[in-house]
């Protein structure tokens, strides 16, 4: 069973800089992509930012530029570094891994940003 520990979230002030982690109990694989998602509620669980196995990236547009995804394989962690963010970012962010056809969902961090 695949475990995914989310970790960072919290308060921030618009504007200010927080970062996201997720590590994984165990991949079997050398081939998956992770990524953000967040949900506030109410609405759809969105896709925030993505890498996969390459390192290739793609984001949601409202955070282009001021978030950035990355991976560190050794450790099997995705880390979300959010810069500047905005009141409307206000979600609770989940990890998530795709390996081998199957999706892995961490258990949510909230990220609340104040203005």
């Known amino acids: 069973q695949v475990q995914l520990v989310e970790s960072g979230g919290g308060l921030v002030q618009a504007g200010g800089s927080l970062k996201l982690s997720c590590a994984a109990s165990r991949i079997i694989g050398s081939r998956y992509a992770m990524a953000w998602y967040r949900q506030v509620p109410g609405k759809q669980r969105e896709l925030v930012a993505q890498?996969?196995?390459?390192?290739?990236?793609n984001y949601l547009n409202s955070v282009e530029g001021r978030f950035t995804i990355s991976r560190d394989n050794a450790k099997k962690t995705v880390y979300l570094q959010m810069n500047s963010p905005k009141p409307e970012d206000t979600a609770v962010y989940y990890c998530?891994?795709?390996?081998?056809?199957?999706?892995?969902w961490g258990q949510g961090t909230q990220v609340t940003v104040s203005s």
């Open positions: 998530n891994l795709m390996v081998s056809a199957r999706n892995y």
């Open positions: 890498i996969t196995t390459g390192g290739s990236t």
